[in-house]
């Protein structure tokens, strides 16, 4: 045990040391190194099936398994800061999205059963607050139902529901609760406690209530030892809770597990940040996810010089709530990053934490609106997937005046392809009455957060980008419908390109117009404010341009764009329409910067391509000049 606990100690000096110098999430793995250590000594991956949830938790995993470069952690060509395939055959489960490894779990256990090899062992590590999303309990009533399925669930509980197990007296209850543990899950205890119960039901009256009389106190005993009633009245074995940091006691406890041959709960008390008093003592999150930090003090290396998307929204909602009693916000475990806490520190029984359950969320916001309140429900845009069946047929179907803001739209960089906010445009386009804003700048953020809570029959949306806000970029023209003219170069009002900018990609969209135009191209560069519903003026804008152009940093199929090509074609307008966003794939990490030239959404690469289609040398083809030939190459009608 000396050498484990020395091989601890140099795994978090090796985290500290190098996340400071990448940033990523530190906190939750220095809480987990024991554990981690504990599976892979206890259980034979790639054979037996590790899964992690949440995935941020899987750096001491990766290390075991081979990957010791953390030079380039989250970084474009550098190690993910999830599992993910391609990188080991030791990793499985990539979305990263929290209470789902419980399904996969249970899955993954029942194919080896139904194959023939049931003595393979999934082993599920579940953390963070997992257990508070209904998909995991879902996934536990399943497992709990087979027997025979090996399956081990260790619970990474590293919150305040319980004291911390220190001192004589707690390693004394410790050490008793593993004797218990250990003649619990001896086969020979459940056989014989099978027998007994048949023998005493089946001895009349008195036996009958001797059986029930035994099976009270021995339910009593074990309620009062641990708080495992809820997962044994589920019907699955419960071990601990045990300290996560005693590699002993870790050992012991997985030991039992896998002996036991079936579903077992393994619960483990751990620290967030162990190993690192920086992080133990930061009270929001123990350092949960860090950018680049001095690996002594903890203190971030540089200060961001530009405010950030999600604290200009915190100041506005809790400025709205100030004046708005009817204002209630809900988050899913994550009230500090999205920009809660002002509101919470000024109205706390207007804050709902709902713990991570968005679909729980948008019906109970839903229940809000019906009561008389006006729910603002505040997520990750990545996380409304989850969530879109409640918004359309509880909150759209019921015209509820629901909103939803969602935070990391877009390309969000180095989290990688299951926390790229990049699907929610082309989901929403589908709901029926839905209002869908996407500010440029923290001016029409403020405003268009403002007009989405006055909109009490629908509900409305608004989506910003993650990371820093740009400077505001003032409008030259607002039309009649609320649709702002960022810019009009050169002359006449039958002019050449009309782009429509979606949201954080004005500044590329005038940097597009700004080339076109040296190339003697007239160009008009609107943005929406909303999107959805389209505003009329875009069609009659559209009218009057040769080719329309729809940026956006959400998906194409089914996005802004293609929307606004099935108005103009409703409306009878011919003009043809080129939708520029990113491709319906999975988007490896990389910064914002790196991801959105990988794909092609640089203004570099948006000038050339509409250069080309005005010159018509690439489809679709700009309408021709009134008298001009038709562009070579052109298409020919059939």
Not at 106 to 135: N, Q
Not at 183 to 190: L, Q, S
Not at 521 to 530: E, G, H, L, S, Y
Request: glycine share 10%; net charge negative.
């Amino acid at each position: 045990m000396v050498e484990m606990h020395q091989l601890a100690e140099e795994i978090r000096t090796f985290l500290i040391g190098n996340v400071a110098r990448t940033g990523g999430h530190l906190g939750p793995n220095l809480g987990v190194v024991e554990l981690t250590l504990g599976i892979h000594k206890l259980f034979d991956s790639p054979r037996d099936s590790i899964i992690f949830d949440t995935g941020h938790q899987s750096y001491v995993h990766k290390l075991l398994t081979g990957r010791q470069d953390f030079s380039t952690l989250r970084q474009q060509g550098g190690l993910s800061g999830y599992p993910e395939r391609v990188e080991s055959v030791h990793d499985i489960v990539e979305s990263s999205h929290a209470s789902s490894s419980l399904s996969w779990a249970d899955g993954i256990s029942r194919a080896r059963k139904l194959t023939g090899e049931a003595d393979r062992y999934v082993v599920a590590l579940v953390g963070d607050g997992a257990l508070t999303g209904g998909m995991a309990w879902e996934a536990i009533n399943n497992i709990a139902a087979d027997k025979d399925r090996r399956v081990v669930i260790v619970v990474n509980d590293n919150g305040r529901s319980y004291a911390p197990t220190v001192g004589g007296l707690a390693d004394q209850l410790a050490g008793l609760r593993q004797r218990l543990d250990q003649f619990r899950t001896h086969p020979a205890y459940e056989n014989t406690i099978d027998r007994l119960k048949v023998r005493l039901k089946d001895s009349g009256a008195v036996g009958q209530f001797a059986y029930k009389s035994l099976h009270a106190t021995k339910k009593g005993v074990k309620d009062w030892w641990a708080p495992q009633g809820l997962f044994e009245d589920l019907g699955m074995k419960y071990i601990g809770p045990i300290d996560g940091h005693n590699q002993a006691a870790v050992d012991e406890a997985l030991l039992q597990a896998r002996n036991f041959a079936g579903p077992v709960i393994v619960h483990a008390m751990t620290e967030k940040g162990r190993g690192f008093a920086p992080a133990r003592a930061d009270e929001a999150d123990q350092f949960h996810a860090v950018g680049v930090i001095d690996p002594q003090t903890g203190k971030p290396i540089s200060k961001a010089s530009a405010r950030s998307w999600t604290s200009v929204f915190g100041e506005e909602i809790a400025a709205i709530a100030d004046e708005r009693n009817d204002i209630v916000a809900i988050t899913g475990a994550m009230l500090q990053p999205v920009g809660l806490k002002a509101m919470a520190e000024r109205h706390p029984t207007r804050v709902l934490d709902v713990g991570i359950a968005e679909q729980h969320a948008m019906t109970s916001a839903a229940g809000l609106a019906f009561g008389g309140l006006h729910p603002v429900v505040c997520i990750y845009a990545t996380f409304l997937n989850r969530a879109f069946d409640q918004l359309l047929m509880d909150v759209a179907l019921h015209k509820a005046g629901v909103t939803v803001v969602l935070d990391r739209a877009g390309v969000t960089g180095p989290d990688g392809p299951s926390h790229h906010g990049m699907w929610d445009m082309a989901l929403m386009q589908i709901v029926p009455n839905l209002h869908l804003a996407a500010p440029r700048d923290a001016v029409r953020l403020r405003e268009e957060l403002r007009e989405a809570v006055a909109i009490s029959d629908a509900p409305s949306v608004v989506r910003f980008s993650k990371g820093s806000v740009g400077a505001e970029i003032v409008a030259v023209q607002r039309l009649h419908d609320g649709v702002d003219v960022l810019v009009k170069l050169g002359p006449g009002e039958e002019r050449d390109v009309l782009i429509v900018s979606v949201g954080a990609m004005s500044e590329i969209c005038l940097d597009v117009a700004s080339r076109l135009n040296a190339q003697g191209i007239t160009v008009t560069v609107v943005d929406p404010r909303w999107v959805l519903p389209v505003p009329r003026s875009i069609i009659g804008l559209a009218a009057r341009h040769r080719i329309v152009v729809c940026v956006e940093d959400g998906v194409r199929a089914g996005g802004v764009g293609s929307r606004i090509r099935q108005e103009m074609r409703a409306a009878g307008v011919d003009t043809a329409l080129n939708e520029v966003g990113l491709p319906t794939e999975f988007l490896a990490h990389g910064s914002r910067t790196e991801v959105m030239d990988r794909v092609g959404l640089s203004a570099d690469r948006i000038a050339n391509d509409t250069l080309a289609q005005v010159l018509g040398t690439k489809v679709p083809f700009a309408r021709p000049l009134p008298g001009a030939q038709l562009p070579t190459g052109q298409i020919p009608q059939l």
